[in-house]
């Protein structure tokens, strides 16, 4: 790395910046600079562009640093018009990362110029990320070629020369600059350094874009409750022995014991640091927990914290003495939607991104507040995902459009029924006049159907369009939650779209693993340690995710889990949802998700569950307001009946007896009686259904009378078996057959006299 970046710094000035980007090797056809170099010397050129345009304007010439933001808005513009070429998933990755670095650079210029800060050390440019080359780094140093040193504020740092690959980077705002420096700082004075705020504001991404940006590891731990202090103790062993950094995920999970165990050993790593001296090798070891271990003086831990949520413990004063804690607000998404849009190829990104986080400022105050809404970084990342797909699928179509589309098509699937109204006049106030046909897979789509038919169901528009999206979602998100109310078709549906993937591409079939997270302790689930003998008690889903992970093709697999949410074992999962897709083990073993794997969650409702959890998963939320489920269940039941029992005609007047007799006498269950046990619509109709089948035959059927008075017994015995008098003393069965008798006056009810 070291030597590519001494010909990358060689190479620079001689090619066309767009070319330089992406230089193939004219042999093998490769690149010849890696994605991470490519990122440092452009950000070198930066720094000495704008040091040279100081200079030249205290030198007299007043329009140098005017100069120098014209030309990095031209070279912006040259790399969004790249994007928009038909590139590489590789080379797109870079390029996009360039334009994020470089909207930023944009606006440190367009700040320099307002505050007419023209100086070196004016602190609006101390404040920043400057690196510099150095090309002779001194005898002493055999092992690298060349280096890069950073400079913020009086702290300075070498470059790592961590071999990081392709990865996305963080759009840099203002938030992002002054957690930078509060980092560095804690770094430089030798602690640790703690970000925490609400969720999705961006803790952990900004520790692992500023590890990305000095060429360092990061690693990202999820603290669970399993954890002990031998396992904390032998994490920082290897942090301060490899000289790697450490996040430390959701930190106040670990029980108040380990907490305090962990502020010795981190104690041993900080005094070690504070008395490393590079001529002494006496001070290059430390002790940790009776252990001697080398000592990196690079290293570095960074401990991420939720506020006030569930099982979170408070930090012991020692603890907190050795960190540097960081207040973090939520980011400027305007900012952010802006240079995410720029990066996937918009033109007219400003306009769009005001217009984006202006519906999602609305959706948030005025839709009903219900809790699997998320309107925050996550979501809002994963439209300008899809919206990205959609650009580069449809370069000519209107920009406006893509977005509108993007909005509309992702956010449906998660709203109520009740907030439609207001979702879509808020999408039409914001994009007037434009309604773009909604783009699906007609091939998946007839696949579906024909799923539906061989499993005996009834393809329902609004249930085959509840399909779609799961896989629309899916595609962008690789955890998913499925809700809704028991009774709604949540199994159903994947287990649809699992035949229906499986009937349109034979050779790559969807392997499923399910389980209920309920049924075991949260330790039985992840695995832990034995207490009297140190010994390792695998779990029951971190093995599903290792066996799966070890099958060498990459046909997609889907791990479902079947059971409610609650706080503890969900929480365990933080790492695997987001941006890491690690799952870390209280045994220090990490088990990544990888890029075909995916997880669905079925769940019922986020009653128990953080707003961590909810930002980090797409969601599916089936309704059963409608009553499309009862209505497809009388549809698969009067289908698959034989044709000695009904003809055509006889199935359409079963259906008109269902509407005639159902629709109000379930709205009157759910509003005026109490049932024995919670009843939902669709278990009702399914025992008036198995009460139908004893019941019925030809000669019934085909008497219109007799039928109406069979039906109407079933229904009276469907919905009056599950009441009885109330605690309060209400007759809850004599109540409907008043209500029943008043309502239906057609078929005469013998009276009991």
Not at 31 to 46: G, H, W
Not at 558 to 580: R, T
Request: proline content about 5%; overall charge negative.
């Amino acid at each position: 790395l070291s030597k590519a970046l001494a010909s990358s710094m060689a190479r620079y000035p001689e090619q066309v910046r767009v070319q330089w980007v992406n230089h193939r090797n004219p042999k093998t056809g490769e690149t010849v600079d890696p994605a991470q170099i490519i990122l440092l010397v452009a950000a070198i050129d930066f720094s000495q562009q704008v040091e040279k345009s100081m200079a030249h304007t205290t030198g007299g010439d007043g329009r140098a640093m005017q100069k120098c933001y014209d030309l990095i808005k031209s070279q912006l513009a040259d790399l969004i018009n790249l994007t928009q070429t038909n590139l590489s998933k590789g080379d797109r990755q870079r390029v996009m990362c360039m334009i994020t670095l470089d909207a930023h650079n944009r606006d440190i210029v367009e700040v320099l110029l307002k505050e007419k800060a023209f100086n070196v050390s004016d602190f609006q440019w101390q404040s920043k990320l400057r690196p510099s080359f150095i090309a002779d780094v001194g005898k002493g140093n055999t092992n690298i070629a060349s280096n890069a040193r950073f400079n913020i504020c009086d702290a300075a740092f070498d470059y790592g020369f961590e071999y990081l690959g392709n990865g996305p980077r963080l759009v840099v705002t203002p938030l992002t600059d002054r957690i930078y420096v509060t980092a560095t700082q804690a770094l430089h004075l030798k602690m640790g350094c703690a970000p925490a705020g609400p969720a999705g504001t961006g803790k952990t991404e900004t520790t692992k874009d500023l590890a990305s940006a000095l060429g360092k590891c990061c690693y990202v731990f999820n603290c669970s409750p399993e954890m002990d202090y031998q396992s904390m103790g032998n994490i920082f062993k290897g942090l301060s022995a490899s000289g790697s950094w450490g996040c430390f995920d959701e930190f106040n999970r670990l029980i108040p014991e380990v907490l305090s165990v962990c502020s010795v050993q981190f104690k041993a790593v900080c005094d070690g640091l504070r008395v490393y001296d590079k001529t002494d090798p006496n001070t290059h070891r430390v002790t940790i927990e009776g252990d001697t271990v080398g000592l990196d003086p690079t290293c570095g831990a960074f401990i991420t914290m939720n506020p006030g949520y569930l099982g979170r413990s408070e930090l012991p004063e020692g603890l907190k003495a050795l960190f540097r804690p960081i207040t973090v607000i939520v980011p400027d998404l305007v900012l952010i939607c802006e240079n995410m849009m720029m990066a996937e190829g918009f033109l007219s990104a400003k306009s769009l991104a005001s217009k984006f986080y202006g519906l999602y400022s609305l959706l948030s105050e005025l839709l009903s507040k219900q809790s699997h809404y998320d309107w925050g970084l996550r979501a809002v990342k994963s439209v300008l995902v899809v919206a990205g797909q959609l650009k580069r699928a449809e370069p000519s179509l209107d920009e406006e459009s893509l977005l509108m589309r993007a909005l509309r098509d992702f956010n449906i699937p998660k709203i109520v029924q009740a907030d439609e109204v207001v979702f879509f006049g808020l999408l039409n106030d914001l994009f007037p006049g434009l309604n773009p046909p909604r783009i699906f897979d007609e091939e998946l789509s007839e696949c579906v159907t024909i799923a539906c038919e061989n499993q005996g169901l009834w393809p329902d528009p609004f249930f085959t369009l509840k399909v779609m999206q799961l896989d629309e979602l899916l595609d962008i998100r690789h955890c998913v939650f499925v809700m809704g109310p028991p009774g709604a078709g949540k199994s159903t549906c994947w287990k649809t779209l699992q035949a229906a993937r499986n009937h349109q591409k034979p050779e790559q079939k969807v392997k499923i693993v399910d389980l209920n997270p309920k049924v075991l302790p949260t330790e039985e689930l992840y695995g832990h340690i034995s207490m009297s003998t140190r010994e390792w008690k695998d779990g029951l889903l971190s093995n599903i995710m290792r066996e799966l992970g070890r099958i060498p093709n990459e046909h997609p697999k889907w791990i479902i889990l079947d059971g409610d949410l609650d706080a503890n074992w969900i929480e365990s999962m933080n790492s695997v949802m987001d941006d890491n897709k690690m799952l870390t083990l209280a045994s220090n073993e990490r088990i990544p998700l990888k890029a075909h794997m995916r997880m669905i969650f079925e769940i019922r409702d986020l009653k128990y569950a953080t707003p961590a959890t909810v930002s980090r998963a797409g969601i599916l939320y089936i309704s059963t307001d409608e009553g499309n489920q009862w209505r497809s269940i009388v549809g698969s039941w009067v289908r698959n009946k034989p044709d000695t029992l009904f003809q055509d005609a006889d199935r359409e007047n079963v259906h008109q007896m269902f509407e005639k007799y159902l629709p109000s006498s379930l709205k009157y269950f759910a509003t005026d009686l109490q049932a024995v046990v919670q009843c939902n619509d669709i278990s009702l109709c399914i025992s008036i259904l198995r009460l139908l089948d004893t019941m019925l035959t030809r000669d019934i059927v085909v008497d219109p009378a007799a039928f109406e008075t069979v039906f109407v017994f079933c229904a009276i015995w469907g919905f009056g078996s599950v009441l009885t008098i109330g605690d309060d003393g209400t007759d809850y069965r004599k109540n409907f057959s008043e209500w029943f008798r008043g309502k239906f006056k057609s078929i005469k009810i013998p009276s009991r006299d």
